[in-house]
């Protein structure tokens, strides 16, 4: 199992890590790990506080920040961010799965992330509310290049991986 | 000092009064050798030569050892061969032996508080041994400081107050009975107070209790009888505390009894009377499991054993509207007129024992209590299995009246969780595995889980309990349960958790889950100034060594109140305050603090600040608008002076004029150079004597100025210092936010700094030369470091002063003060080039 060490972020992800004392009630509440016993947001945070490192496997994609672990911890450890921070490691590691990509790819040439149907637009008319704005796509591909998210994407595009 | 005569008389010995200053003052000073202590480094003789030449002193004699027996009868004899009215003793730290002086001068006859010492030892010889030249200087102007401040001392009276021989206790839980009993068969008078219709507390309604699972109201039935037949006990039943005025030792307490509408001496308790009442409410003693009457009593062994009307539900206890139970009762104990009534009385001491609630299971919704009916409490599982509960001691589902196959108990409900309460509860777990014996122990087929998340079983003989809950076939799982779901049709529950220690999630059904209820504090319900934690449990005066005590004299807390804790801790704690209490009552008088505050009447402006600052409800307004300091409950920390607009506070032996004339002693000479440094007596001025004990070497212009606590810190003691331009000033306390001796002085102190800061910026002083810090009592190596770095900042100071100098007086002669500059840098040089081989010898050494 390959394992990131990027100092810094693993430093920042464990001191906001540190209240936890491993109750499980993150675990007990995951829509996620209900289906997937492999992602378990407990073993997530209690893996960068015992080793200073994180496994990517993959599988620190499924979170599907819902927020219930992060709602009901008693600690109040921002478990969301840690996760989302465990992604972005993941993310410079060339990690990102290639519905990740995709969408990228999707909200670069159209702005959005999904498509407005028809019905939405009709139903919209009919309770007169305004018509849905339309993005403008150059701006978001100069958000793209400024941002440096475009090569980021060109990045993880090279290092795509087949899922598993 | 001026006097204020206008001080009232009255209440004499609560408030004392301003004194003035005798017209001739007569100095005696002792300079001390300490062995090799002190005059290895200092220039003993050369001190007292110089001692001979300040104002006032008339008597100066050099000891070896001032503290040895024949050290303090030299001083006792000079005290009364030369009629000396004021005590200087040049040696060791006040902490060490002020006391030990002070009780010497009061053998020749001479007030305690005319005597101070100058710290030349933790403050000097220990902390400046390569520079023996510095030190001597140091300790001249120590003495001249002690000399200075001595000037305007005044005798102080050495007061106490009567003490009532009585004690108020707070709540008749298991706590507040056994403080009672203690209390009343040392022969006190105790008013037992109690809000609930019965005494006995949270313990009266429990089954059995952990850990060798007895009967609860067996153990306790007998002691409630104690407390009601006891001569020395006062039990006063429905009843809460309206007021309490007053100091230690003379408390008047008002207390509010609720109408009973039953008189408890004629009520026989037969029971005739719900037989006919009309009216069901819920029985809160059952926990809402069952119906009781609108006349009731709680439960058969309460205690006063009488009934009880409650007055929301009855219809009416005349015969218009109802009035069954007054036809019935043969007795005539049902008395339709009874009011509230109003009882005072006077006690000496308090104990609080209010105890706390149990947690509230509707702050957790994820849990599904109150939505789901077989999701019940502990409280409730008691009333359940209790033989003389709802079920007469069947456990059933509240849903369908049937017995659960399996159960499950939940740990840590309203525990250890930020959003109810951080603090684990403490008996919880104890109280779970109890409750799954006693399952085991009435339906052994029963299957038992415990989810828990640290199973603390850590009292005596709980380790016992949980072997047999174990060899019982109890299952234990490692995990918090996330939620409960219901089967909506047959009302079985789901629960979801991970088992931790499997890393697995279990998703699993059972009949019956039990809630382990933490318990939430309730304190803050007694009108007394007594802080109350986060989570709303008393605090104490200190968590190690005065456990029981509280910041207000003569106050003291046991039970729940304090924390939660099981019956066992209730007691022990309970006796020990009651101990507390009585070693008050025992003595029957209560000295006053001799360096309490005083309020100069004419000067004061009536503007209130004083109230707001004082942690210990001393400062009280009379009648007229007058404020007036309570002797017996002022601890003299000075916090009220400190922001006193018109300096109308003097705290003897610490008073504004005593603080300047220190301030301008120490910077007679050369102040750009000197830090003057304020440090509180508790922590800060402890830190810097740590500093001596542990010989950690700083550089010698510190002149160090102690207070009794850094909220007695005025504004104007910077400004003076700065005007007479002191080179560096420091404000030292005790760390925030809780180390502070007196409680909130030190924020007090704190939130002054702003004001000195923009008094500074417009007078153009550089913002680094006036620091604030918390120095704790274990802090000596911080203490160095702060001296170092201050002293740093005030020679820099100094040089720019120097060249100053030179640029200016470049224009006019070259004279003496040209020297003069020259003479400093390089004694600063010297200084620095000791510093740093001081701090090599001690990195070789180490």
């Not at chain 2, 009552?585 to 600040?609: K, M, V």
């Not at chain 2, 017996?632 to 922001?643: E, N």
């Not at chain 2, 925030?736 to 007090?748: K, M």
Request: glycine letters at 6%.
């Amino acid at each position: 199992m390959e394992r990131t060490t990027d100092a810094d972020r693993i430093n920042e992800i464990q001191h906001s890590a540190q209240p936890c004392f491993q109750c499980g009630i993150c675990a007990a509440s995951c829509p996620i790990f209900r289906v997937a016993p492999d992602f378990n947001p407990r073993m997530a945070v209690d893996e960068v506080l015992r080793t200073g490192t994180v496994a990517m496997t993959g599988r620190e994609w499924f979170c599907a920040y819902c927020l219930m672990c992060e709602e009901r911890c008693p600690m109040e450890v921002a478990l969301s961010e840690i996760l989302i921070d465990i992604k972005n490691l993941s993310a410079n590691d060339g990690k990102v799965p290639p519905s990740i990509i995709e969408m990228m790819d999707v909200i670069r040439f159209t702005g959005k992330v999904s498509h407005a149907s028809k019905r939405t637009e009709k139903k919209r008319r009919e309770l007169g509310l305004p018509e849905l704005p339309k993005p403008d796509v150059d701006e978001v591909q100069t958000i793209f290049e400024m941002t440096g998210a475009l090569d980021r994407l060109m990045r993880f595009r090279e290092a795509e991986v087949e899922p598993e | 000092m001026t006097t204020s005569d206008s001080v009232s008389d009255a209440g004499t010995g609560v408030e004392p009064k301003v004194e003035a200053a005798e017209s001739e003052i007569r100095i005696g000073v002792f300079p001390c050798k300490c062995g090799k202590n002190i005059g290895a480094v200092v220039d003993i003789d050369t001190v007292a030569e110089y001692a001979k030449t300040l104002p006032g002193v008339v008597h100066v004699q050099v000891n070896t050892y001032t503290c040895a027996d024949p050290g303090q009868k030299e001083i006792q004899e000079a005290i009364r061969e030369h009629n000396l009215n004021r005590i200087i003793v040049a040696s060791c730290s006040p902490t060490m032996h002020e006391d030990t002086f002070r009780k010497t001068v009061k053998g020749a006859g001479l007030n305690p508080y005319l005597c101070i010492m100058a710290n030349i030892r933790e403050h000097v010889s220990w902390v400046h041994q390569q520079d023996p030249e510095g030190a001597t200087t140091k300790a001249k102007e120590l003495v001249a400081m002690a000399v200075a401040k001595a000037t305007s001392l005044v005798p102080q009276p050495e007061l106490d107050v009567p003490v009532t021989p009585s004690a108020l206790v707070v709540g008749a839980g298991v706590a507040g009975m056994q403080a009672s009993l203690d209390l009343a068969d040392m022969g006190y008078k105790v008013y037992l107070i109690e809000k609930e219709p019965t005494i006995g507390g949270i313990m009266a309604i429990l089954d059995k209790v952990f850990p060798q699972n007895d009967c609860s109201i067996c153990i306790l039935g007998p002691k409630m009888v104690d407390v009601i037949q006891h001569p020395n006990i006062k039990v006063i039943s429905m009843a809460e505390v309206d007021e309490v005025s007053g100091y230690v030792g003379n408390f008047s307490v008002r207390v509010r009894q609720r109408a009973r509408y039953v008189d408890p001496d004629a009520c026989t308790a037969c029971a005739e009377c719900i037989e006919v009442c009309p009216v069901d409410i819920p029985s809160r003693v059952d926990q809402n499991l069952t119906w009781k009457k609108a006349i009731y009593i709680p439960f058969p062994q309460a205690v006063p054993s009488s009934y009880v009307i409650d007055p929301e539900a009855c219809l009416g206890m005349d015969l218009l509207r109802c009035g069954k139970c007054y036809e019935k009762c043969e007795q005539h104990a049902v008395i339709p007129e009874d009011e509230d009534k109003i009882i005072e009385f006077e006690v000496g001491v308090i104990i609080i024992a209010t105890g706390f609630e149990p947690a509230d299971p509707k702050k957790i919704p994820r849990l599904g209590w109150g939505r789901y009916p077989n999701v019940i409490t502990s409280l409730e599982f008691e009333r359940l299995i209790n033989a003389a509960g709802p079920t007469e001691g069947k456990l059933v589902r509240p849903s369908d009246i049937t017995k659960p196959k399996s159960v499950a108990i939940v740990q840590c409900v309203g525990s250890r969780d930020i959003h109810t309460r951080m603090g684990c509860s403490n008996f919880c777990c104890a109280e779970s595995v109890k409750c799954a014996l006693l399952i085991k122990e009435h339906y052994p087929e029963t299957e038992v889980v415990i989810y828990y998340q640290d199973l603390r079983m850590h009292g005596k003989y709980f380790e016992d309990q949980y072997h047999k809950a174990r060899e019982e076939g109890i299952k234990f799982i490692r995990g918090r349960v996330g939620e409960i779901q219901e089967y909506p049709h047959t009302k079985n529950l789901r629960i979801s958790v991970e088992d931790t220690t499997h890393n697995e999630l279990l998703l699993v059904d059972f009949d019956m889950v039990i809630l382990s209820m933490g318990a939430e504090g309730v304190a803050g319900n007694v009108p007394l100034p007594i802080s109350v934690t986060q989570d709303k449990f008393y605090i104490e005066s200190h968590p190690k060594l005065r456990p029981v005590d509280t910041s207000s004299a003569g106050v003291f807390i046991c039970g729940g109140a304090e924390s939660p804790k099981d019956i066992r801790d209730s007691v022990i704690q309970a006796s020990a305050a009651a101990g507390r209490a009585s070693i008050i009552l025992q003595r029957g008088r209560y000295p006053i603090e001799a360096l309490s505050a005083r309020i100069q009447q004419d000067i004061c402006s009536r503007c209130g600040t004083c109230v707001k600052r004082c942690p210990y409800g001393a400062i009280i307004q009379d009648g007229t608008g007058r404020y007036t300091v309570m002797g017996a409950l002022c601890q003299a920390c000075g916090t009220c002076a400190g922001d006193c607009p018109k300096d109308a506070i003097v705290m003897p032996n610490f008073t504004n004029e005593q603080i300047f004339a220190q301030i301008e002693t120490a910077l007679k000479e050369n102040p750009e150079e000197k830090i003057v440094a304020f440090a509180c007596a508790f922590c800060s001025y402890r830190g810097s004597d740590l500093a001596g004990v542990s010989r950690m070497q700083y550089p010698t212009n510190a002149r160090v100025i102690r207070a009794m606590c850094s909220g007695r810190y005025s504004v104007k003691f910077a400004q003076r210092a700065f005007e007479l331009g002191a080179g560096s000033v420091l404000y030292s306390g005790c760390h925030l936010p809780a180390d502070c001796h007196f409680q909130t002085g030190n924020h007090w102190m704190a939130k002054r700094e702003p004001r000195i800061r923009n008094w500074m910026k417009r007078k153009g002083i550089n913002d680094e030369r006036f620091r604030i810090e918390w120095v704790s009592a274990g802090e000596g190596k911080k203490w160095q470091q702060i001296m170092t770095d201050m002293s740093e900042i005030a020679m820099k100071h100094a040089d720019e002063i120097r060249k100053k100098r030179t640029a200016k007086s470049k224009g006019k002669t070259k004279g003496g003060k040209q020297a003069k500059s020259k003479r400093s840098p390089k004694t600063q040089g010297t200084k620095k080039g000791k510093k740093k081989t001081t701090k090599t010898k001690r990195k070789k050494e180490d």
